[in-house]
């Protein structure tokens, strides 16, 4: 069973930067395709980065929001990825989640329990 946790989310200045932290344990990251959401109050929970590869992120994509903005990446060694935040708005406040699957045409088998991010203008 692999659990996620997040870190790194806090309160930032708009067109500040932020990284975020997902850190597995529990089984190797290495396995799984990974990916970053978000869910800001009164709003469903959205896709902002996935990472389409298992030993890089050569490959990814993002929401037309963060695109230029956002980077997901990944260290295998140390079972982590990472979402590096760059020209923050207060548009990103929300509560960002990591997520993990074994297959690229599967649901998503783990989630995060999410870390605040809170942007101001």
């Known amino acids: 069973q692999v659990q996620l946790v997040e870190s790194g989310g806090g309160l930032v200045q708009a067109g500040g930067s932020l990284r975020l932290s997902c850190a597995a344990s529990?089984?190797?990251?290495?396995?799984?395709?990974v990916a970053w959401f978000r869910q800001a109050p009164g709003k469903d929970r959205e896709f902002v980065a996935y990472?389409?590869?298992?030993?890089?992120?050569?490959?990814?994509n993002y929401a037309e929001s963060v695109k230029g903005r956002f980077t997901i990446s990944r260290d295998n060694a140390k079972n982590t990825v990472y979402l590096q935040m760059n020209s923050v708005k207060p548009e990103d406040t929300a509560v960002y989640y990591c997520?993990?699957?074994?297959?690229?045409?599967?649901?998503?088998?783990?989630w995060g329990q999410g870390t605040q991010v809170t942007v101001s203008s």
């Open positions: 997520a993990a699957k074994m297959s690229s045409r599967a649901e998503y088998d783990y």
């Open positions: 529990g089984g190797t990251l290495t396995f799984y395709l």
């Open positions: 990472c389409n590869s298992r030993w890089s992120c050569s490959s990814t």
